[in-house]
């Protein structure tokens, strides 16, 4: 057992340096082509992430996305919504269509990735208990120090938020079941700033 745990550890740790390699490459061509924004690339890196993981995830039969699962959806909705109109009445400036769907797609590639697909390898090893719940959020969170590159200061901040978000995240797709669910609740999150 616990060489499948070892195993699985390392497949998900190495898909998620896979990951945040493929959207740094994608930050720093638009660094490098001079936009000023952060756009079209990396949301095509995104959307081509989460195609590949919601394939994998499909072939294998792993999402359980019930249906009648609304209430859960709300969960989520609910708070990204108020935080969208929120942000929208204090000045937020949609410069282009990017900035929303830039933000929507971290959220959407990063649950495909790192709660739909970490269940399902880590409940390959068994029930997901509270040491594999630690390990699929430190490995979110030190995903995250990718961020470095952006602000190597809040670069710690940003891991320690991401630690607390990623366990909070995992308990909530473990509780409900609902993809859509954690998805618009890390939009509505990551839609603060």
């Known amino acids: 057992m616990k060489q499948n745990l070892a195993k699985a550890a390392g497949v998900y740790a190495a898909g998620a340096i896979i990951f945040s390699a493929l959207i740094l490459s994608a930050y720093l061509a638009e660094v490098a082509l001079g936009m000023t924004e952060r756009g079209l690339p990396e949301t095509a890196v995104k959307l081509g992430l989460m195609l590949a993981v919601g394939s994998y995830l499909v072939k294998r039969k792993a999402l359980h996305e019930k249906r ?20 929208i009445a204090t000045g937020f400036h949609v410069k ?19 709660r739909a697909f970490g269940t399902y ?20 969170a030190l995903a995250h120090l990718v ?19 990623g366990t ?11 993809l859509a669910a954690v ?10 700033g």
């Not at 909530?172 to 079941?177: A, Q, R, S």
Request: charged residues 10%; hydrophobic residues 60%.
């Open 68 to 87: 009648g699962n609304w209430q859960y959806v709300l969960l989520g909705l609910l708070p990204a919504a108020a935080l969208l109109i929120l942000r």
């Open 168 to 178: 909070l995240l995992q308990i909530v797709y473990l509780k409900t079941n609902s």
């Open 121 to 140: 390898i880590f409940s390959k090893c068994g029930q997901i208990n509270c040491g594999r719940l630690a390990l699929m959020a430190a490995i979110f």
């Open 96 to 114: 282009n269509v990017f900035d929303v769907i830039g933000i929507f797609t971290t959220a959407a590639s990063e649950e495909l990735y790192y």
């Open 183 to 192: 998805i618009l609740l890390h939009f509505a999150v990551n839609m603060l």
């Open 147 to 165: 961020n470095a590159v952006l602000d190597p200061v809040g670069a710690l901040v940003t891991v320690s938020i991401a630690l607390a978000l």
